[in-house]
């Protein structure tokens, strides 16, 4: 924001030696609300390096009040708008006679009194803006306005889960993933069960895609969407009926968001279709890997041009940026912290971002190496290969220096783990379902 008030002071004051500015002005609107968090505010004049601008000069010079400068206070201490154009997002404290403001890296102070905002930024700007019920068509269409990053437990797990490739699903007393296959090529099958004590007893066994092994399992109502080895997006109904192909061809990373389902096709771009397969359309036309929703429209994903570096992308306005600058892999969100490995070197460091705050990305990192790029993260633990887990707390004393593989957590729910056990070929040895209230856990085939 710092390059735009200073881009702005200059236009302002060239507009003033080719038209000269007066001290002029207008009158103070009539109070309409009161409260800086109730409703929408929208500039009707400002003030730079001393020369006064009214609504309409401004709008004469730049274009419409609400794309100058239009905000949104969301009581909780965020700030999202427009400032000359361009989306803001922003924090704020204090209390209404006496605001503190950080506007995208420029500080900031404000009073709000009787539907009236005067905000100064620096020693050179200054803003009056007026408060409207109806939201600007700026604000509405700003990509940062849906910005909030906050996973609950359910949602990381979900994510963990996804980014072990999706092998599971626990629903209503049935295990849907994997029936048994060493090199983890077997089909798709319905697996019911029931507890017995501590552990879970199965008892029917229902294939649905005798096929192929299914991949990123999603449910949709009574539809499991899947990937069919990685070589087409299939979807078939819980009781194994009305099995469909929606798409021919490689993909990967397939997941359902807003009604639509998304994935990347062979060349690695993201692309997205409707819930029967149709109406394809391409999201990210470049090559990308781990692509996740994290809020609204908002995604991350890893970009193999950019050193395999994780990016925070908008897939409705296209807005785009960095999280990291070195090769990061397999992340996940927990709260408003992305957790991911860093692959710089060839060994894997446990590190976590802080995606609060896009303006700055907050990093922290553990010394500690792991065996695995991918890990694992429920209510309360971080897990990594070999059963190994610590409190979430203590996230970077987790390691894990064993020369083999042992076992892998694959599957995450507030009432069940599914986990793989590994024999010494590198090969799937055993497969288990782990009832996480019980602590019991039973092989399953």
């Known amino acids: 924001m710092k390059k735009w008030l200073s881009y702005m002071l200059s236009v302002v004051m060239m507009f003033c030696l080719l038209t000269g500015c007066g001290g002029g002005g207008g009158t103070t609107a009539e109070p309409e609300k009161e409260g800086v968090a109730k409703g929408y505010w929208v500039v009707e004049k400002m003030v730079m390096e001393g020369n006064e601008f009214d609504k309409e000069t401004m709008e004469g010079i730049f274009g419409e009040a609400e794309s100058i400068m239009a905000l949104a206070f969301d009581g909780e201490g965020g700030i999202d708008g427009i400032y000359f154009g361009e989306p803001l997002k922003g924090t704020y404290t204090g209390a209404e006679d006496a605001l503190e403001m950080d506007l995208m890296g420029e500080k900031a102070t404000g009073v709000c009194k009787d539907g009236v905002l005067e905000i100064k930024i620096g020693e050179d700007a200054a803003f009056t803006l007026k408060n409207q019920e109806e939201m600007p068509a700026s604000i509405a ?8 990053p906050e996973f609950n437990a359910d949602e990381t797990m979900a ?3 996804f980014m072990n490739y999706g092998r599971y699903i626990v629903q209503d007393d ?3 993933g994997l029936t048994h296959s060493k090199s983890g090529s077997g089909n798709l099958a319905a697996i019911s069960f029931h507890m017995k004590g501590d552990f879970p007893e199965f008892d029917d066994t229902k294939i649905l895609d005798e096929k192929g092994s299914a991949a990123y399992l999603c449910m949709d109502g009574d539809y499991l969407y899947y990937l069919r080895d990685w070589e087409a997006v299939c979807r078939v109904k819980t009781d194994g009926s009305d099995a469909k192909v929606l798409y021919d061809g490689a993909c990967d990373y397939l997941q359902i968001h807003d009604g639509r389902l998304y994935f990347t096709d062979e060349d690695y771009h993201f692309v997205s279709t409707d819930m029967d397969g149709k109406d ?4 990210v036309d470049k090559e990308i890997y781990y692509p996740y929703f994290i ?3 908002w995604m991350v994903f890893q970009d193999d041009a950019d050193d395999e570096s994780l990016h925070l992308y908008h897939a409705t306005s296209g807005e785009e940026l960095n999280i990291t600058y070195v090769p990061s892999y397999a992340p996940v969100l927990d709260g408003k912290y992305l ?4 692959y710089t070197d060839g060994v894997a460091y446990l590190c976590r971002v802080d995606m609060s705050d896009p303006d700055t990305f907050r990093w922290e ?3 500690l190496p792991l065996r695995e790029t991918n890990f694992m993260i429920d209510e309360e633990y971080i897990y990594t290969a070999n059963d190994i887990s610590v409190p979430k707390a203590d996230w970077q004393k987790l390691t894990d220096t064993k020369d083999v593989t042992e076992e892998v957590e694959v ?3 507030k009432d069940y783990r599914v986990y793989h056990e590994f024999d010494d070929e590198g090969l799937i040895g055993g497969k288990y379902l782990m009832s996480k209230a019980e602590g019991g856990g039973t092989s399953f085939r």
């Not at 269409?141 to 909030?148: G, I, L």
């Not at 957790?339 to 860093?342: A, P, W």
Request: aromatic content about 20%.
């Open 141 to 148: 269409s700003n990509p940062w306005a849906t910005y909030k």
């Open 174 to 176: 049935v295990l849907y």
């Open 411 to 413: 599957y995450a729910s």
């Open 365 to 367: 990192g553990s010394e």
């Open 339 to 342: 957790y991911y490995t860093d």
């Open 295 to 297: 809020c609204g429209d």
């Open 280 to 283: 394809l359309k391409t999201v």
């Open 159 to 161: 994510m963990s889960t």
